[in-house]
């Protein structure tokens, strides 16, 4: 069957995972209309559904992002990871599981993968050569898109190295996104919080240079997540602060122009946007970034839902029959691991609809 076709979205857009020219499309269609789409790190079909189920709530599109070691909690922590093998099985498995169930919730997602360092680039490949096969098969990757992460090599390094992948990406319709200066803080394995706070602020002339080598690759999409202060984890009101990626740095009046005019065809990336003020993610849409990462605010949302379940029915959990109804009722359907972990999905899904109103991705499909 044919699938249904959105109101306001390219025509290129349909519901389910989106990627070569459709993927692009949405991201064009997100920067001219003002909305970032939010990235949101899963570790289950749990986080995974409550991200679909939000974007339903919303009507707008997600991002459900793969880390390396999300991908490996999926497949399981006793599972055989030597070689990244089962952060590498559990992410394809992952993204399988979304192509599955995706149309199903009637919404554009964005099938993702989230920091690779230069020392994880094998668990890359992997990945690569996933898609390869699938769009062998198919006619499309199995992913959208991937990130590579390497802001902590030199410059010349981190454009050498994206742009070899991103050559080979090309061939089979898949984004890259690439990093420029560093996200603070820690997630995921990956711990920048003593970095020296210059390195959090992206120079526009890097920006320059990683536009003018990748889009010289034939079919080459990517995109660029640019630090500008931002930080992963969760900090008090005002202890972030986000500056502007090109005016707090006193950019010469040339290379603003430059840079102003590249925000026309680069589609710009938010990490660490846990934690941020409505004013600061304005300020980053209005300056064209179209995609914000979500992770320390979902994973406190999940564990507060089922924490909630937990107290609101606590005299039904203390063993397996005797309530305060009687002392041989039974509390099976009280503690069926579904009930809590339900309670943590609609929970996560709630402040992932209040992150879309806060990223203006709410009824734009």
């Known amino acids: 069957a044919e699938k249904v076709k959105f109101a306001k979205m390219p025509a290129s857009v349909k519901p389910g995972v989106v990627t070569g020219k459709a993927l692009v499309d949405l991201l064009n269609y997100a920067q001219e209309n003002k909305f970032a789409i939010p990235g949101v790190n899963v570790v289950g079909t749990g986080s995974i559904n409550a991200c679909m189920e939000a974007a339903k709530k919303a009507g707008g599109p997600i991002m459900v992002t793969f880390s390396k070691g999300g991908g490996q909690f999926i497949a399981g922590k006793a599972a055989d990871n030597s070689d990244d093998a089962s952060a590498l099985l559990a992410a394809v498995a ?137 930080v992963h984890g969760v900090y008090a009101p005002g ?38 003020s409505e004013e600061d993610i304005q300020y980053a849409i209005e300056a064209g970034v179209i995609k914000m990462n979500i992770d320390t605010d979902t994973q406190w949302a999940f564990w507060d839902g089922m924490n909630q379940y937990q107290k609101k029915n606590k005299d039904y959990l203390q063993a397996q029959i005797g309530n305060p109804e009687g002392p041989e009722k039974p509390n099976k359907k009280y503690y069926d691991p579904r009930m809590s972990l339900r309670s943590g999905e609609e929970a996560m899904a709630d402040r992932l609809v209040k992150a879309m109103k806060d990223l203006n991705c709410i009824d734009v499909l």
Not at 139 to 167: Q, R, T
Not at 260 to 268: D, F, G, P, R, S
């Open 239 to 276: 202890n972030v602060l986000l500056v502007g990626l090109l005016w707090a740095l006193g950019v010469p009046d040339l290379c603003l122009q430059i840079v102003l005019v590249l925000l026309l065809v680069l589609v710009h990336a938010v990490h660490g946007g846990s934690g941020s």
């Open 94 to 230: 992952g993204a399988l599981h979304v192509r599955a169930v995706a149309e199903l919730y009637g919404v554009p997602v964005i099938l993702h993968t989230d920091h690779c360092q230069k020392a994880w680039l094998p668990w890359f490949d992997g990945m690569l050569e996933a898609n390869e096969e699938y769009f062998a098969k198919n006619g499309v990757p199995l992913f959208s898109s991937h990130m590579l992460d390497l802001s902590e090599e030199p410059l010349e390094e981190n454009i050498a190295i994206c742009k070899k992948y991103l050559e080979r990406m090309a061939k089979v319709d898949l984004l890259l996104e690439m990093e420029l200066g560093i996200t603070g803080g820690e997630e995921d394995g990956v711990d920048n919080s003593d970095v020296d706070s210059s390195r959090l602020y992206t120079q526009p002339e890097e920006v320059w240079e990683v536009y003018q080598a990748l889009s010289s690759v034939p079919n080459g999409n990517f995109t660029v997540a640019a630090a500008f202060g931002n």
